[in-house]
Every structure is written in C-alpha cells, then in structure tokens.
C-alpha cells in the first residue's frame, strides 16, 4: 500500500478545497439552502446554448489549434479592446483555455519557479495556493482590513516584497470578499510593478460584476504594463457557462508562447463546442446585462436581511456575487458556526478561515441563487445566531 510519502511532494503539498469540502457535506441534506458555491443557477443562455447545438449537428467536436479557434480569439481581441482597453494581437498574445483556472494554473508554471513568492492580498481563493505550489512557487499573503473594503494597499504590498518576490497575483472582483480596487490604487500597483521588475496576474474572472459606484479596471490596459502582466477572464461567471470550462489569458508574446506549449502537453486546447458556445456568447452582450441585473437585486436582498442580525456585519461588497459576512461577535470560530449552521440549519455557507490569513471571523455567503433561497437560508441563520 502506498502511503502519502511515496508520492510527489507537488501533489502533497497542494491542499483540499475548504470550498469544496463544505460543498460536498452540504450535498447529504435533501433540504438545502446552499450558499456555499460560487455557480450561477441559470441555465446556460438559449442563444448560447442553440448556436452549439447547431455546430454539433455540422460536425463540430474536433481538435482546434492550441491558442484556441482564430475567430474565436479574434473576437475575444476585439472584446479586450472596447471593454478593458487591452491591446492583444489575437495571433500571439491571446490563448484559450479550459476555464479561468487553466490560464491561471498555466501562468504560474510559466512564470514561477521552485522557491519563488508570489503575493496575493488576504483573503484570498484558496486555489490560488494549489496553482503556486504546483510549481514548487509559494503564496506570500498581503494583508487586507475590512476598514479599508479588503484592497490592499501599497505600502503592505511593498513591505512582503523580499529577494524571492517574482510577481503579485490580484482577483479584482475579488472572490471571497467583494472588493473591488479602484482604478488609482491599480495603477499605483502598476508603477510597483515596473519599479521592482516583478509579474503580475490579474484575475478578472468578475469583471462584468460590478456594483453601486464600483469600476472594474484593467491594469493591462497600460500598454508598459501590458507587457509584465498576464490578465485572465472567463465565460463561467458573466454568462453562467461554469459547465462550459472556458476561459482565456492575454499578454506578452513570449509568455503566451511558453503557456501555449505547456498546454499543449497537458490538454492540448479547449473543448471545440465550447469555444463555439464562447463565441456566441460574445455576440449576445444583453445576456451579461441581465445577470447582473439578478445579481444586483440578490445583493441588495441578502445585504438587507444580513444588517438585521445583531452580531453580523456584511459590509459593502462592490462586485462578484460573495457577501464576506463578519460574525466575530458571535463566534470564535467560523468553521463551528459554518458546521452549525449547515447541521441545524441546512444552510450551506463557507467558514473565512479557508480564504487564508484574516479570513477567520468571517463567513462567505453566495449569493448566486434564487431569491427564496437566500430569505429562508437568512431566516434559518439569523434563528442559529439569535438562538
């Protein structure tokens, strides 16, 4: 029998998903308000969904180039030009991906190596740890304060800065909080990022999830930046494809180069029917605007519901669909209330101690169901606090 030492320490040293492992218990409760998983609950879109039926029936299900479809990457650079303002050849300097996840596992292999420190503000998505030791890479954590709406500041960012610094990795909207950093505070980390030679992957899986005063921003569209950032974006959020596994990444020629070689030894492109699903989905812009709308009436719904529990404070989130609820009062430890709550309850949610330092006292709360979902799952948890 082999034991946990006889395997690659890569593999051992990748931890579980606290995600997923809160996810995968809440599935033995027939009656269940789950709050825990970031997954929209729309279907995929008609118009979407429709154009790969027809492609299938024309035979579509082959092999595409590495980089992904020509015109699918064309039309993603034309989107990155008139929605983020990035400037990408579509030829060199864009490639798709099997989701979000796969550029940026991709990245981190290209541009780490062992020993290397990459910084991430806290809290933080936990898989972020799982694609940074992969690469033998490891996860310095910048520190973010509820006072200041969890966006780093330059002067944190600077003080983790050390000799094995490579690069820093930003979520802007930021999963599991909410925050969004404002445009001058991203073109401060920018002029960071020239200054001291380092990379930086910016994650815009929740560009299109903005709220209230909230502007999502582009680092990249800086052209100097551009070419020290890998910037990724996905269908899964946006348009609810998170089935669809399609995602893409822009930057640099050199660095796409390297990602499209090594993607090619692992999965050798994206799925041919998801990428026609990709495409389509470009060409129905109104799709996008009407699941914000949703996500913006559901915000408002569960912030309302939350500041009328005594002891709980959800802050303002300005993008994504994840409340970042702060339940210190009420508790020492998030995952026993998370469990409680779950158990008593039924109500999924996930524990903050997940998302890395500065996550305990808090639980994350998505919001990406229906709107009955959320009353009764706040009923049930404002019953487990007050009780």
Not at 138 to 152: D, H, K, Y
Not at 171 to 186: Q, S
Not at 351 to 367: A, D
Request: with cysteine; glycine share 8%.
């Amino acid at each position: 029998m082999f034991e946990e030492s006889d395997f690659a320490r890569r593999a051992t040293r990748m931890p579980e998903s606290g995600i997923r492992e809160i996810f995968d218990a809440a599935q033995e409760y027939d009656e269940l308000y789950d709050m825990s998983i970031g997954e929209p609950d729309f279907e995929t879109p008609e118009p979407i969904a429709n154009a790969v039926r027809d492609a299938i029936d024309e035979g579509v299900g082959s092999y595409t180039q590495t980089l992904g479809r020509e015109e699918l990457r064309e039309a993603l650079s034309a989107k990155l030009k008139n929605r983020n303002g990035i400037d990408a050849d579509p030829l060199s300097e864009l490639v798709v991906t099997p989701g979000a996840m796969g550029a940026i596992f991709t990245a981190t292999q290209v541009l780490c190596e062992v020993g290397d420190e990459v910084l991430v503000p806290a809290p933080y998505w936990p898989n972020y740890e799982g694609h940074l030791a992969s690469a033998g890479a490891s996860l310095v954590a910048v520190p973010t304060s509820q006072e200041e709406n969890f966006v780093p500041t330059i002067a944190d960012i600077r003080a983790a800065v050390t000799d094995d610094t490579v690069g820093i990795l930003l979520n802007t909207p930021n999963n599991p909080t909410g925050a969004v950093i404002p445009p001058d505070r991203l073109r401060g980390i920018g002029e960071l990022l020239t200054e001291l030679d380092l990379w930086g992957i910016l994650d815009e899986t929740y560009e299109d999830l903005v709220y209230d005063d909230a502007t999502h921003h582009s680092l990249a569209s800086d052209p100097a930046i551009f070419e020290r950032t890998i910037t990724v974006h996905s269908f899964s959020k946006s348009y609810a494809m998170t089935g669809w596994r399609l995602g893409y990444a822009s930057g640099p020629a050199d660095v796409i180069s390297a990602m499209r070689v090594l993607q090619e030894h692992t999965v050798s492109c994206a799925a041919e029917p998801s990428q026609i699903a990709a495409r389509a989905a470009l060409d129905h812009p109104e799709v996008v605007e009407e699941i914000h709308a949703s996500f913006a009436d559901r915000r408002a719904l569960i912030l309302d519901r939350l500041r009328d529990i005594d002891g709980v404070q959800p802050g303002n989130p300005k993008g994504a669909f994840y409340v970042f609820a702060d339940v210190s009062a009420v508790t020492e430890s998030s995952r026993e209330l998370t469990m409680k709550l779950l158990e008593d309850a039924h109500v999924g949610s996930v524990p903050g101690s997940v998302f890395g330092p500065g996550g305990e006292g808090f639980l994350r709360f998505s919001y990406a169901t229906d709107a009955e979902t959320i009353r009764k799952a706040m009923d049930r948890f404002q019953h487990v606090v007050e009780s």
